[in-house]
């Protein structure tokens, strides 16, 4: 699929995943007779991680380590009882990780909506006292 269609499976702009590009985190599988671009379901999928990682506030490194690791377990080459035990432990890392920003991000959502709730008490406060 062309650029435009992996950008509205994705939700990602055309300029973000060209950005992605750049920084080597998913590479088109082909190009067209043209010079377009050309992407797999895999590639999708591989933005989409990107995707869920980024609001996390994972770094582009992290997240080229993350999928590293994932294309090497999923990977057709064998790897010996260690490597696949280091690379699981990789991703259970970022597992934590991704857990850890999650119940980061509750308590900050948890807070704006208390404030949120400050300023709407204020307000029928203020509009129900006379002028």
């Known amino acids: ?6 950008a509205a499976r994705t939700e990602l702009s055309l300029r973000t995943i060209r950005h992605y590009e750049e920084a080597g ?6 190009r067209s007779q043209g010079g377009f671009r050309l992407y797999t379901d895999r590639d999708v999928d591989r933005l989409m991680v990107i995707r869920r990682m ?3 506030g994972f ?3 992290e997240m080229r380590d993350l999928l590293d690791a994932t294309d090497r377990l999923d990977g057709d080459g064998d790897l010996s009882d260690a490597e696949r035990a280091v690379l699981l432990d990789r991703v ?5 990780a991704a857990g850890r920003k999650i119940d980061d991000l509750r308590v900050r959502l948890s807070r704006a909506e208390e404030f949120a709730g ?6 029928r406060q203020a509009e129900a006292a006379p002028s």
Do not use: Y
Request: hydrophobic share 40%; proline share 7%; glycine share 6%.
């Open 1 to 6: 699929m062309q650029i435009g269609e992996v």
């Open 25 to 30: 985190l998913v590479l088109p599988s082909a």
């Open 54 to 56: 980024k609001p996390l």
């Open 92 to 96: 259970r890392g970022f597992e934590t």
């Open 118 to 123: 400050t300023l709407r008490s204020r307000l």
């Open 59 to 61: 770094t582009l490194e």
